[in-house]
């Protein structure tokens, strides 16, 4: 199975610090990649996609590595609301098709 | 639009009954999917549909069938609950992907689904 890895945490932070998260994949011919944002006991929902030259959306900052096949999340002054699992999210090309395959996910508590 | 709508929202069931988990979206979605997700193992595939009449398995298919008579409606069915299969389920939905990319994926609500 290919496979999608990401740091458990928890990261605990506080309040207006900066945080990174990364995420590898093994599937080197892998083309989308997306950060999902998932609340307790809530549905994940679309963070940001990452594209190849990267993207920035507010706090928020994406990056592909593919030579190293990872990419990563920073978020920038955290906020309280930012308290979340973060899931990374990968395509398996070459499997099912075009099926996204799920990171276990990142859990950030961000502290007053 | 609703988006991806789940029913029920929580179902508790005693081993060996059968159910079935609801699913629609009305964003004229060509993909969908089923998933679950337990602590400790992250999203997992059971079932996917690149459009009505057509399904697939994912990952952890058994003890579950699909069927996509519309593009509309995904219905899960469990044949024969076990405990193994509580869980949350959620349901997606996105535009076609094709092998290279996809698109970003819509969730529903999930289902609670406990089996004693």
């Known amino acids: 199975r290919k496979e999608v890895e990401q740091d458990p945490g928890p990261f605990n932070v506080p309040e207006g610090a900066t945080v990174a998260f990364n995420c590898t994949y093994s599937?080197?011919?892998?083309?989308?990649f997306f950060w999902y944002r998932q609340d307790c006991r809530k549905e994940p929902k679309l963070l940001m996609s990452?594209?190849?030259s990267g993207n920035e959306d507010g706090r928020f900052t994406a990056q592909l590595n593919r030579a190293s096949q990872y990419i990563s999340l920073l978020i920038r002054d955290s906020k309280l609301s930012d308290s979340a699992t973060y899931l990374c999210a990968v395509n398996d090309y070459g499997g099912s098709q075009g099926n996204l395959i799920f990171g276990k996910g990142t859990k950030l508590s961000v502290k007053p | 639009n609703a988006g991806v709508t789940q029913t029920p929202k929580f179902q508790v069931l005693k081993t060996g009954q059968s159910m079935t988990l609801q699913c629609a979206q009305d964003m004229n979605h060509e993909y969908m999917s089923w998933y679950r997700q337990d602590p400790g193992m992250g999203l997992r595939l059971i079932h996917y549909s690149v459009g009505a009449g057509i399904t697939d398995q994912g990952e952890v298919p058994n003890g579950y069938n699909v069927s996509r008579s519309t593009t509309e409606d995904f219905p899960l069915r469990l044949l024969s609950a076990a405990p193994s299969q509580t869980s949350v389920y959620f349901c997606?939905?996105?535009?076609?992907?094709?092998?290279?990319?996809?698109?970003?994926?819509?969730f529903g609500p999930g289902t609670r689904l406990t089996v004693l």
């Open positions: 599937n080197s011919a892998s083309q989308s």
């Open positions: 997606a939905s996105s535009t076609t992907p094709n092998r290279l990319f996809i698109n970003e994926q819509f």
């Open positions: 990452v594209y190849s």
